[in-house]
């Protein structure tokens, strides 16, 4: 059965309404055939494009803590040493998952834990690959912390489509791996932070699954 994200209610039922609206009109006041079908197929393509954005797969999981999930659906496209200088002020293991507006947008948890920071950041809204988005774009920054892991940031970051981040976690909070965690509106970027050594099990240009690719694991 086909799961539609909560966030992207308002959005759907406004896009069905104006969908019939458009096939209603177009009907009862195009008369030539090839442009009322023209204009009919359009307003329906559009209602599809915002269904299957929204679209909210059951991933069910057996939680684990000696592994990292994908936390989105997407395309690994940074795996490297950086400077992490909001939380932690120390060089950091990144890993990057970058999703295209077709892509799932749930943010999931990636591991079980605590939430130790959770902050919102407005910003800019560069491509979501750009080198300088994860520092400069509208973003929200997260801190989850287990016993096997310690604490892991991941970094939901808006793209050039994207116009709202929602987030779910709050400091203090107990969240459970593979829960809905949050969602990005229309193309956007997620930054995992890692302490050096861990190891990763993704390579660059890898897919990733949510709560299905396992990113690090502990050994």
């Known amino acids: 059965m086909l799961h539609f994200h909560k966030e992207g209610a308002r959005i759907i039922v406004v896009s069905l309404i104006l969908t019939i609206a458009i096939e209603i009109l177009a009907n009862q006041f195009i008369e030539i055939f090839w442009l009322k079908k023209l204009v009919q197929i359009v307003g329906l393509a559009l209602l599809i494009t915002v269904l299957?954005?929204?679209?909210?797969?059951?991933?069910?999981?057996?939680?684990?803590?000696?592994?990292?999930?994908?936390?989105?659906d997407g395309k690994?496209?940074?795996?490297?040493?950086?400077?992490?200088?909001?939380?932690?002020?120390?060089?950091?293991?990144?890993?990057s998952i970058f999703m295209s507006p077709i892509n799932v947008h749930v943010t999931r948890y990636c591991m079980s834990g605590r939430i130790n920071f959770s902050k919102y950041h407005p910003g800019k809204f560069l491509v979501a690959w750009h080198p300088k988005a994860s520092e400069e774009n509208e973003r929200t920054t997260v801190v989850i912390e287990n016993?096997?892991?310690?604490?892991?940031?991941?970094?939901?970051?808006?793209?050039?489509?994207?116009?709202?981040?929602?987030?779910?976690?709050?400091?203090?909070?107990?969240?459970?791996?593979?829960?809905?965690?949050?969602?990005?509106?229309?193309?956007?970027?997620?930054?995992?932070?890692?302490?050096?050594?861990?190891?990763?099990?993704?390579?660059?240009?890898?897919?990733?699954?949510?709560n299905k690719t396992i990113i690090a694991t502990k050994v």
Request: charged share 25%; glycine share 8%; no cysteine.
């Open 52 to 72: 299957q954005f929204f679209r909210n797969p059951n991933r069910d999981l057996i939680v684990n803590d000696n592994i990292i999930t994908a936390p989105v």
């Open 76 to 95: 690994v496209v940074v795996i490297e040493e950086v400077f992490e200088g909001e939380y932690f002020k120390d060089k950091r293991l990144q890993v």
């Open 147 to 210: 016993k096997v892991f310690g604490e892991i940031l991941y970094r939901q970051i808006a793209g050039a489509l994207a116009r709202r981040i929602v987030n779910y976690a709050q400091e203090g909070m107990q969240v459970t791996q593979g829960d809905d965690a949050g969602f990005i509106k229309f193309g956007s970027r997620v930054d995992l932070f890692f302490p050096i050594g861990t190891q990763i099990d993704v390579k660059l240009n890898d897919i990733a699954k949510g």
